[in-house]
């Protein structure tokens, strides 16, 4: 079949055309290619435990991709049939998925620097923990609930130090078989109605209940568990009778920039925040203190800036964003949007449907290396949210299901 042919004339440069047989073969609809099943179970494998597979763990792969031995030439499956999340169950199953996957997923999210270069810590043990054990993650905020690792040598776990976890790293514990679920009333002493999971860890209080106002430890939680940072939930038609007395009314004696800009942050903020109003980190014993029925001394700091401003009496909270702009956050109809301390609202935040889409968004960019943009991701990561919070919010299964939606890309 000759598809170019010479021009006629002097000068004349080659032209391209086509026959009709050219015109027919461009015209048939091509079937979708995939990675084979070799291909595909080696990347999953490796995205998710970060080293590559054994040769018996990648038959077994490739063998749940074909739904049995694969012959020669075999085909790879489609991106999140069920061959792939099968084969993705054998990743899970692998040390370096726990000690290093699941450290480098969780560790930015108990820092300020959002860095993974830190000491392992409760926090991050915990949330590790939780995977393994299919905890439903949306109890991640308000369970009483502590991993610590029962290998020999470690130092114990305590309250007011980090040594426990920092030994456990240092001596390259496997975390997969020696982490062990308490509790933090038992483990630590805490007293019960002090605990709400992750943000009450010792590693989320050192970084976040430290000096301040404690509004950092809510605004690291938008961060690390609604993906929004407060600029883009920020709403101005809140009411703003319930912001502190630090937040200057007339910032630089313009009036306006309280009105368009801060009330936006601290309308909705100052009244959730008001949840933390018994916690402080004392830096130097090390340790979160909780003072039930005292607000701490940092609530009334500033109070000079407006002395008309909202002063802080208990640890009730509100959730003002239940309505107006940030109702698209998908607040649970089961809750009443208040209550009182860190546990209750720890629930209302991680019953909402952005909590769970924003988990379901952190892992598939950690397994496929890209946030989800296309519409066929976006697609994938609402199929995955749908089953994360039918599926008793198992994050473990989120891990194998978005790696299962870009096996070959």
């Not at 500033?302 to 940030?326: C, E, K, L, Q, V």
């Not at 956050?329 to 935040?349: Q, Y």
Request: contains cysteine; glycine residues 10%; proline residues 6%.
């Amino acid at each position: 079949m000759n598809l170019m042919t010479t021009g006629t004339g002097p000068g004349r440069a080659p032209r391209a055309t086509l026959t009709a047989c050219a015109l027919l073969l461009f015209a048939l609809p091509l079937a979708p290619a995939f990675a084979g099943p070799n291909e595909q179970a080696k990347r999953i494998y490796e995205r998710i435990a970060g080293v590559p597979p054994s040769a018996a763990e990648l038959t077994q792969m490739t063998n749940a991709i074909c739904g049995g031995p694969c012959g020669a030439g075999a085909a790879g499956a489609a991106p999140g049939s069920a061959g792939l999340v099968q084969a993705a169950a054998v990743a899970v199953s692998a040390p370096t998925f726990y000690n290093v996957t699941l450290k480098n997923f969780s560790m930015p999210w108990t820092n300020r620097d959002a860095t993974v270069f830190s000491p392992l810590n409760d926090y991050v043990a915990t949330v590790i923990g939780m995977v393994r054990d299919n905890v439903a993650f949306n109890t991640a905020l308000s369970a009483d609930i502590l991993y610590t690792s029962n290998a020999s040598g470690l130092p114990a776990p305590s309250p007011a130090n980090n040594n426990h976890y920092a030994a456990a790293e240092q001596n390259g514990v496997n975390l997969m078989s020696t982490l062990v679920k308490g509790t933090q009333t038992g483990v630590y002493g805490t007293p019960g109605a002090a605990v709400a999971g992750l943000i009450t860890t010792r590693g989320a209080a050192s970084a976040f209940f430290v000096n301040g106002t404690n509004r950092a430890m809510f605004r690291f939680t938008m961060i690390n568990h609604f993906c929004n940072d407060m600029q883009t939930l920020m709403d101005t038609t809140r009411p703003s009778d319930r912001i502190r007395q630090d937040v200057a009314r007339s910032p630089g004696g313009d009036s306006r920039i309280f009105l368009n800009n801060c009330v936006g942050c601290h309308s909705g903020m100052d009244p959730m925040v008001q949840a933390f109003a018994y916690y402080n980190f004392d830096a130097t014993s090390g340790q979160m203190i909780y003072t039930p029925g005292q607000v701490q001394a940092k609530y009334f700091i500033n109070a000079t800036n407006f002395p008309f401003g909202f002063i802080t009496p208990d640890d009730s909270w509100s959730n003002r964003w239940r309505t107006g702009p940030n109702t698209v956050l998908g607040w649970s109809s089961a809750l009443s949007g208040s209550g009182n301390g860190a546990a209750s609202l720890g629930l209302e935040l991680a019953s909402s449907a952005t909590f769970a889409q924003c988990q379901v968004t952190k892992v598939f960019q950690a397994v496929c290396f890209r946030a989800p943009v296309s519409s066929t991701d976006l697609a994938a990561v609402s199929s995955i949210t749908s089953s994360f919070t039918s599926g008793g919010y198992n994050l473990k299964q989120v891990f194998q299901q978005a790696a299962a939606a870009c096996p070959g890309s």
